[in-house]
């Protein structure tokens, strides 16, 4: 079992930036992909990006060169910055791990929401 709890979501303005955070309740070494998908009212649920636990990204298409994830193996955390934010980046953020055993787990979610 592994909780996720995110952090780090709010109200901005379009252009500003927010730092997303994902702290697991162990260990993350055991961890094979942190994950981090994201949800907008009435549209249904989307990866943003991933990182393996070898450090191997990928973004979807609309934030790349955007948004950055990383993770934290010592910290067993996982992050998404997210820069140049759009209106159209507003939804709830969820972190998502999956297990080297395929098991996976989600978080509650953080809302941002990106004025313009």
């Known amino acids: 079992q592994v909780q996720l709890v995110e952090s780090g979501g709010g109200l901005v303005q379009a252009g500003e930036s927010l730092r997303l955070s994902c702290a697991a309740s162990?260990?993350?070494?055991?961890?094979?992909?942190m994950a981090w998908y994201r949800q907008a009212p009435g549209k249904e649920r989307e990866l943003v990006a991933a990182?393996?636990?070898?450090?191997?990204?990928n973004y979807n298409d609309s934030v790349k060169g955007r948004f950055t994830i990383s993770r934290d193996n010592d910290k067993n955390a996982a992050y998404l910055q997210m820069n140049s934010l759009k209106p159209e980046d507003t939804a709830v953020y969820y972190c998502?791990?999956?297990?080297?055993?395929?098991?996976?787990?989600w978080g509650q979610g953080t809302q941002v929401t990106v004025s313009s």
């Open positions: 990182i393996t636990r070898g450090g191997s990204t």
């Open positions: 998502k791990s999956t297990l080297i055993t395929g098991l996976t787990f």
């Open positions: 162990r260990s993350i070494f055991s961890i094979s992909t």
